[in-house]
C-alpha cells in the first residue's frame, strides 16, 4: 500500500508564491520519478514538472518554467513544488504523482496523491 500526502495549496494573489509538498509513504521498494501535474477546470491533465530521483533531472511545462521549481527529498520520500510569481492560469488542483516499485510487489506502479487546489486570484 502506498500513499500521497499532499499540502501546501491555498489561495494567492497574483505575484505571490506557494509551495507545495507531496509525501509518499507505505510499500516503497524505490521511487524513480516524482512529479507535479494540475488540472483546471475544462482542461485536460496536465504535466507541470517532474524529477527524477536517480540523478536529479528535471523538467518543465514551457508555462511554468522560470517560475517554478521542483525538488525532492530522497530521504523523506518527499517532492516539492516552488511556485513563484503566480498567475491566474496557475489556478487548478495539482496532483502528484510518483513512478515507484513497491515493496509488497516488487513491481513498477504509478501513485497518485489526493490534490491539492492552488487558486490564484486577486
Known amino acids: 500500500q502506498v500513499q500521497l500526502v499532499e499540502s501546501g495549496g491555498g489561495l494567492v494573489q497574483p505575484g505571490g508564491s506557494l509551495r507545495l509538498s507531496c509525501a509518499a509513504s507505505?510499500?516503497?521498494?524505490?521511487?524513480?520519478?516524482m512529479g507535479w501535474y494540475r488540472q483546471a477546470p475544462g482542461k485536460q491533465r496536465e504535466l507541470v514538472a517532474g524529477?527524477?530521483?536517480?540523478?536529479?533531472?528535471?523538467t518543465y511545462a514551457d508555462s511554468v518554467k522560470g517560475r517554478f521549481t521542483i525538488s525532492r527529498d530522497s530521504a523523506k520520500n518527499t517532492v516539492y513544488l516552488e511556485m513563484n510569481s503566480l498567475k491566474p492560469e496557475d489556478t487548478a488542483d495539482y496532483y502528484c504523482?510518483?513512478?515507484?516499485?513497491?515493496?509488497?510487489?516488487?513491481?513498477?506502479?504509478?501513485?497518485w496523491g489526493q490534490g491539492t487546489q492552488v487558486t490564484v486570484s486577486s
Open positions: 507505505g510499500s516503497i521498494f524505490k521511487i524513480l520519478r
Open positions: 524529477i527524477t530521483t536517480s540523478d536529479g533531472r528535471s
Open positions: 504523482n510518483v513512478d515507484l516499485v513497491t515493496y509488497s510487489t516488487y513491481s513498477r506502479m504509478d501513485s
